[in-house]
């Protein structure tokens, strides 16, 4: 693939991603401006997570059957005017109906982008470019939240929106130029190849890994912005957006785990090896100072992103034929987890307190872990196994 068609799938990665996490530093002045409570201004998260946990398998069965390079077009298109209507939202009602269309929009361009790119990479590139697409979704993530709080923080919360708006729709014009994707062929829809896919050994096991620790990012950042708002110094869209640098060290863990997972032995004892660095991250978190949320941060984004950078590639590595339906399947997963994580936290929050919240938070990473520590012992078949 040529530079020009990096630069606009990875310029529209990082748009899609940051409109799903824009609204996460600004819940306080959501919840404030709309007038509702902090669990309420947190389904802003969720309603756009909860449609990515089911969309994209709907998708995968589509991207089977026809090209990827018109969805990517169409979905960035639309992704761009509700990205825009969400600064003319007149009550709270309005702006969650918005972000779950954003929902809708967003599992089709990102499950159309990992098929685009699994279909175009050869072989011998392929796990490289997965882990760098991976790599581009977290500094989406980054920028989403940082551009966001700071911008904010300046002009008020509606400009954030407004100039991603604007981006997105550039990114759907550059689409227009770029080539076709790599499959000569395609799948007719069959609903039957979800459980072949299923089936698969050690397919399940990878995909409730992410989902899990999937649950436990979502949860630690968005209670962030509460917890700031409990400490000395108090919130700030600043302060918060800040807070979420620890990406940074998502990116170096996505673009160096090829080389962890020579070292410790294969992509399962990586996933094995990032989900323990997240329980870390969770005990952390814990912790009432602003210094040990802050570092709780890096620590997470470090395990999060060792175990997801590493998880698509073996799976792609190992699915030869329905790549769209195993990326629909993943991301399905990966978000399923990211809803419940971007709710129930909080939901156990108001009710029990933050000892629970965090409780619960430790609780799942310690599943995902054990869970990860057993696919060790499992096979994927030939290539996926090699690592």
């Known amino acids: 693939m040529s530079t020009w068609t990096f630069v606009v799938l990875y310029a529209a990665t990082v748009c899609g991603i940051s409109s799903i996490y824009a609204p996460q530093p600004l819940l306080p002045i959501l919840a404030s401006a709309f007038g509702v409570s902090e669990a309420t201004a947190s389904l802003v ?86 882990a760098a697409y991976i790599a581009v979704t977290v500094f989406g993530g980054f920028f989403g939240r940082f551009f966001a709080g700071l911008s904010a923080n300046a002009l008020g919360w509606k400009i954030p929106f ?22 000569a062929a395609f799948s007719p829809i069959r609903l039957e190849y979800a459980p072949q896919v299923l089936r698969k050994k050690g397919f399940v096991a990878t995909y409730l890994i992410v989902s899990l620790l999937f649950f436990v990012f979502s949860g630690m950042l968005n209670l962030l912005p509460f917890r700031l708002g409990k400490l000395a110094g108090g919130y700030s869209p600043l302060r918060a957006g800040a807070m979420y640098a620890g990406y ?19 992509p399962t004892r990586t996933m094995a090896v990032g989900a323990a660095v997240v329980i870390a991250a969770a005990a952390v978190f814990s912790l009432p100072y602003q210094a040990a949320i802050f570092a709780s941060v890096f620590v997470l984004c470090a395990g999060m992103f060792l175990a997801h950078s590493v998880a698509p590639g073996v ?63 499992e096979a994927f078949s030939g290539e996926a196994k090699a690592g």
Request: hydrophobic letters at 55%.
């Open 248 to 266: 940074l060290m998502g990116i170096i863990a996505c673009l160096t785990s090829h080389r962890f997972s020579r070292r410790l032995g294969g």
């Open 162 to 183: 407004f100039g991603l708006a604007v981006v997105l729709a550039l990114c759907a014009a550059a689409c227009r130029f770029l080539p076709p994707d790599g499959r």
């Open 45 to 130: 998260t969720t309603a756009t997570m909860l449609p990515l946990g089911l969309a994209p398998l709907a998708y995968g069965f589509f991207l089977d059957a026809v090209p990827a390079k018109p969805l990517i077009g169409a979905s960035l298109a639309l992704l761009a005017c509700c990205t825009a209507g969400l600064c003319l939202a007149p009550d709270f009602g309005w702006f969650l109906s918005i972000r779950v269309a954003q929902g809708l929009l967003v599992p089709a361009l990102l499950t159309s982008l990992m098929t685009y790119l699994a279909t175009s990479a050869s072989a011998a590139s392929l796990r490289r470019v997965m």
């Open 315 to 377: 799976l792609n590595s190992a699915e030869i034929e329905h790549k769209g339906l195993v990326n629909g399947l993943y991301i399905s997963f990966y978000y399923s987890g990211g809803a419940l994580g971007a709710y129930l936290p909080g939901l156990v929050l108001a009710r029990f307190g933050e000892r629970a919240a965090d409780g619960l938070l430790l609780c799942v990473a310690i599943l995902a872990a054990v869970v990860a520590a057993r696919l060790d012992g």
